[in-house]
Antibody, heavy 121, light 110 residues
C-alpha cells in the first residue's frame, strides 16, 4: 500500500527557511516522479514543484521559482522541499504526491495528508 | 499558468446526478488526455477519483465518471450519496512543464 508521510512543517519566521520532508513507502520510490502541492487555508490546490524519479529533472511553478528547491534521496525513499525567504503567502498545507510516471508533471495518483506551514511576521 | 475554472459549488439531492465542469485551454485540458479528478475531505489526503479523463482507479465507485469536450472536462456523480459531500478538484498536464489545478468545487448533498 502506498504511503506518503510529510513532516517538517510548523511555525516559521518571515524571511527564514524551512525544509519539508516526505517519507514514501509501498512502491519503488526511484521509479516515480514526485510533486509538492500546497493549499492556502480556505483556498484551492496549487502545484509548486516536481522532480523526476532519478532526481535529474526538477520543475517549479513560476510563482515560487528561485525560492523553493525540490530534491530527493532515493536511498532513503524521501522527498524534500527547501523553502527560503519565507513569506506570509507561503502559509499553507504542503502535500507530497506521487506521480504515475517516472518523469514529467502529470496529475498525481497518491497523496500524503499534508504538513502545515505557518509563516509569522 | 492560470488555474482551471470550476464552479464554486454544486448541490443535489440523494440519488440525483450532478456534473462538475473544469474549463482550461488548448495548452492544458484541451491539448492532452491527462486530466484527473480528486475528492478532498478537509484534513485528509486528496483521493484520486478519475485519471486520464475517463479512467477510474480500482476501488472507486462506478458512480463516478469523467469526460472531456474541447477545453472542458467534466466529472459526473450518479446516485448521489451523503458520503460524496466533499471538495472536488480537477487537474491537468500542461504544455509548460507544469501542473495546473482547478479552483475546487464544494459538493453539497441536500
Amino acid at each position: 500500500e502506498v504511503e506518503l508521510v510529510e513532516s517538517g512543517g510548523g511555525l516559521a519566521q518571515s524571511g527564514g527557511s524551512l525544509r519539508l520532508s516526505c517519507a514514501a513507502s509501498g512502491f519503488t520510490f526511484s521509479d516515480y516522479a514526485m510533486s509538492w502541492v500546497r493549499q492556502i487555508p480556505g483556498k484551492g490546490l496549487e502545484w509548486v514543484s516536481g522532480v523526476s524519479g532519478s532526481g535529474s529533472y526538477t520543475y517549479y511553478a513560476d510563482s515560487v521559482k528561485g525560492r523553493l528547491t525540490v530534491s530527493r534521496d532515493n536511498s532513503k525513499n524521501t522527498l524534500y522541499l527547501q523553502v527560503n525567504s519565507l513569506r506570509a503567502e507561503d502559509t499553507a498545507i504542503y502535500y507530497c504526491a506521487k506521480n504515475p510516471y517516472g518523469s514529467g508533471t502529470y496529475p498525481p495518483d497518491y497523496w500524503g495528508q499534508g504538513t502545515l506551514v505557518t509563516v509569522s511576521s | 499558468q492560470s488555474a482551471l475554472t470550476q464552479p464554486a459549488s454544486v448541490s443535489g439531492s440523494p440519488g440525483q446526478s450532478i456534473t462538475i465542469s473544469c474549463t482550461g485551454t488548448s495548452s492544458d485540458v484541451g491539448g492532452y488526455n491527462y486530466v484527473s479528478w480528486y475528492q478532498h475531505h478537509p484534513g485528509k489526503a486528496p483521493k484520486l477519483m478519475i485519471y486520464d479523463v475517463t479512467q477510474r482507479p480500482s476501488g472507486v465507485s462506478n458512480r463516478f465518471s469523467g469526460s472531456k469536450s474541447g477545453n472542458t472536462a467534466s466529472l459526473t456523480i450518479s446516485g448521489l450519496q451523503a458520503e460524496d459531500e466533499a471538495d472536488y478538484y480537477c487537474s491537468s498536464y500542461t504544455s509548460g512543464s507544469s501542473l495546473v489545478f482547478g479552483g475546487g468545487t464544494k459538493v453539497t448533498v441536500l
